[in-house]
Structures are given as C-alpha cells and as structure tokens.
C-alpha cells in the first residue's frame, strides 16, 4: 500500500503509520521498510505489563521493544502515551521515557490527557497538576522533545491556560 500511495503522488510523499505497536514484529518492520513506510508515531498504553494486559488484553513484552527495532531499522519514530488516572500515571510513564531516552533522547514523545470513554467511563481525566508532573518527570528523564496533548481536557479556563503556558512554557503544547 505505501509503494503505491507514493507512486500514485505528484510530489513526493511521507507516510507515517500509527500504531499500538501490536503487530510490530521484526519480520514486520523489515516489509514495512521495503516497502518505503517513513515513520511511526507509536502509542505505548503503558509499561507495567498487569496494567497493560488489563487495558489491552495482551501482554507488552514486544511492543516495549518496537521502539529500538523501529529506529535501527531507519524508521522516524514519534511515541504517545495516555495518562490514565488510577492506570498509567507517572511512574508507569517515567518507565516508558527512560526506555524510549534509551534508544534516542530525541525522539518525539507526547504525554496525551485520557478523557472516560468505552470501558474507562469511571475513570476521571488528569488533573493539569498531575499532567505537568508527568512533563517535568519525563524531562528530568532526558528527552529533549516531551510536548503535552489534548490539553482541552485538562486545562478548562483562561487562567489554567495561562498557568499551563507559565509552567512548560508554548513549545511543550503539542
């Protein structure tokens, strides 16, 4: 499918797959490389693999792996996680920047605001305290491009905006 999206372009095309990371096999990535994929933006649910089996129904163990196999295979690799409370919050998500600053302190990584829906609909959003905890607990970690996103979840009125601006400062809202 990549080799034909970019045949089928007048200029030249970037294609990205987003991904839990399920399928993410060595075997996998090296078709994907031939196959001309770019990059990936990676969603890691979360680190702790009893959290991880209870959210997704499966185990982690290689989707903690993609992303060295991603990014030694040449792909351009972004990573999202979801702070959950009560599920994935910032021990499991310092976890998951200590493994991603391990392969590349400068790849791309965004903290997402968990919002209830599905089977998590007793589950409360991030407070912006708790969501600028996590930021400054994974910059202390070492990545140089943490942003924060779907900041309308956490942040509700003029002055939490400008509180947020204040404590991460533009370039953080992803």
């Known amino acids: 499918?990549?080799?034909?999206?970019?045949s089928s372009c007048s200029r030249e095309m970037w294609v990205l797959l987003e991904t839990n990371g399920y399928g993410l096999t060595p075997e996998n990535l090296d078709v994907l490389a031939a196959s001309g994929l770019d990059s990936f933006w990676l969603d890691i649910k979360a680190y702790d693999e009893k959290v991880y089996k209870e959210l997704c129904g499966t185990t982690n163990k290689w989707i903690l792996k993609a992303p060295e196999w991603i990014v030694d295979r040449g792909f351009v690799l972004e990573v999202s996680t979801l702070y959950i409370p009560g599920w994935v919050e910032v021990d499991q998500i310092v976890k998951i920047a200590e493994l991603i600053e391990s392969v590349d302190p400068w790849i791309?990584?965004?903290?997402?605001?968990?919002?209830?829906?599905?089977?998590?609909?007793?589950?409360?959003?991030p407070t912006l305290t708790e969501m600028v905890r996590a930021y400054s607990a994974v910059k202390s970690v070492g990545l140089k491009r943490v942003k924060l996103g779907n900041c309308g979840v956490f942040v509700n009125t003029r002055g939490d905006w400008e509180k947020l601006l204040r404590l991460v400062g533009f370039k953080a809202i992803g």
């Open 1 to 6: 499918a990549t080799e034909k999206i970019k």
């Open 108 to 125: 791309p990584f965004t903290i997402l605001a968990f919002f209830p829906a599905y089977r998590l609909l007793d589950t409360r959003r």
